[in-house]
């Protein structure tokens, strides 16, 4: 079967045998998987995990001898990382935190012909069933959704809450869309990109345009000088977290969705953050919770997420596919097919 896996830098496409599911382990043909930006840090070795591909979708090919309730032919989608549900950490709200949690996965990842989803997924709920108004092409935000949702529900929203996201790439624009999905009716938008800025208008921002003097201003007319309740920012850059600080109003929280860079020192006066009052919050991943509600809003309203998808290939040119991700302008969220 084909697979893609990180060699010398780059995705690269390899043959492999089609892996043979234990006895509680299910197999899955994949239908279609999108590519994340933690899939291109990665290959850049900035992340510590070399497999590729965990917003996949597809369809159960094979099932172990001894597993119950799942069918060969069901259309699934498989939650790569699972936690435990009984640590320390699960029963005070750090799921993803979990020792088990970065320990599950599917192999070889979700950027191949065929994969295995592993038993101890499958027995603590992160096997879900795809609705049949839910296409694998839209399938493939359940994840990054999922994530999206578990980092909002921190900042405790309303409908007049002002929001700036911070980074329109493709993570940032599932921020707008579930925002604006959520009742939220002030969204703002900073890209550097003038095409990221202009498509997040599309999907519901009020104003969108580059992290700067103007944007800012947006900001203060929008809430007449406060500033904006929440700001998630959805890139690594340090200077975008400075951007979302600084469009906070006096008590605002800064949710951090971005991956930043092993190293990276984010440069503010913390006496200026202690007299405002401003929350700095992080969010890693989702859990099963996460995913339900992530896959309900997609079968309500998936037309208007499919539309952050610009681009698709076949998994024989997933190297490609990586090639115009890694790319600023020309893209939004690209996804594998196969």
Not at 68 to 82: A, D, K, M, T, Y
Not at 156 to 166: A, R
Not at 214 to 226: I, Q
Not at 295 to 303: C, F, H, K, T, W
């Amino acid at each position: 079967m084909k697979v893609c896996v990180i060699g010398r830098g780059r995705a690269v496409m390899e043959d492999a045998p089609v892996p043979t599911p234990g006895k509680n382990d299910v197999l899955i043909s994949m239908k279609a998987c999108g590519i994340c930006g933690t899939d291109l840090e990665k290959i850049a070795g900035n992340y510590p995990s070399s497999i590729l591909g965990h917003e996949a979708v597809g369809v159960v090919a094979e099932t172990g001898k001894d597993v119950e309730g799942v069918s060969v032919g069901e259309r699934v989608f498989p939650h790569h990382h699972v936690p435990c549900y009984e640590c320390h950490f699960c029963l005070n709200g750090s799921e993803t935190m979990c020792p088990h949690f970065s320990k599950s996965n599917i192999h070889p990842g979700g950027l191949s012909e065929f994969f295995v989803m592993p038993a101890w997924n499958i027995r603590h709920g992160g096997l879900f069933r795809l609705p049949a108004s839910l296409t694998f092409r839209t399938g493939t935000l359940i994840e990054p959704l999922a994530c999206v949702l578990r980092g909002l529900e921190k900042l405790n929203l309303n409908e007049g809450s002002t929001v700036v996201v911070v980074g329109a790439g493709p993570v940032g624009m599932l921020q707008i869309y579930a925002l604006r999905e959520m009742g939220v009716r002030n969204v703002l938008a900073m890209d550097v990109s003038e095409e990221r800025c202009k498509f997040a208008e599309t999907l519901g921002a009020s104003a969108a345009g580059q992290p700067g003097q103007s944007m800012l201003k947006a900001v203060m007319d929008l809430t007449e000088g406060r500033g904006a309740d929440s700001a998630v920012v959805a890139t690594g850059h340090p200077q975008a977290t400075e951007a979302g600080i600084a469009s906070l109003r006096k008590g605002g929280r800064l949710l951090q969705f971005g991956l930043p860079h092993p190293g990276t020192r984010l440069m503010h006066d913390t006496s200026e953050m202690f007299t405002r009052e401003v929350q700095l919050l992080n969010t890693y991943s989702g859990i099963e919770s996460d995913v339900g509600k992530a896959i309900e809003m997609l079968a309500v309203s998936g037309n208007r997420a499919d539309a952050i998808i610009s681009h698709s290939f076949q998994l024989e040119k997933a190297p490609e596919a990586f090639e115009l991700a890694g790319k600023i302008n020309g893209s939004r969220k690209i996804i594998i097919e196969n």
